[in-house]
């Protein structure tokens, strides 16, 4: 799990990647919601978003559970082995996380 700095905008990017054996467990949305917290509360920042296949329920699950908004859909911004995939886009801003 990570957030990806943006200084310019004061906003970061939240990624995670839960391996298999760990689904349905909880620990991604402890991490998630950890990593919000610290990127209010000590990076100060105003904003923080994520992405996710939308093909891939599991990940933006955890982005509801914690708090995100759904912002809408970027279509086929993504491509992997050659095809191309949607992405659910998700973002909370400091004021709605207080």
Same mark, same amino acid.
């Given at each position: 799990? $990570?957030? !990806? ?13 839960? /391996?298999?054996? =760990?689904? #349905? ?24 978003? $994520?992405? !996710? ?13 914690? /708090?995100?908004? =759904?912002? #809408? ?26």
């Amino acid at each position: 799990m $990570a957030i !990806s700095i943006h200084s310019t905008f004061n906003r970061g990017e939240l990624a995670y990647w839960v /391996g298999k054996p =760990y689904w #349905g467990q909880g620990y991604g949305t402890e991490a998630a919601k950890a990593l919000l917290r610290y990127g209010f509360e000590v990076l100060q920042l105003n904003r923080i978003y $994520a992405q !996710s296949f939308t093909t891939n329920p599991g990940s933006w699950r955890i982005m509801e559970k914690i /708090g995100l908004k =759904y912002e #809408g859909t970027l279509r086929q911004h993504a491509s992997r082995f050659g095809e191309y995939y949607d992405l659910a886009q998700y973002g909370i801003l400091k004021e709605e996380f207080n």
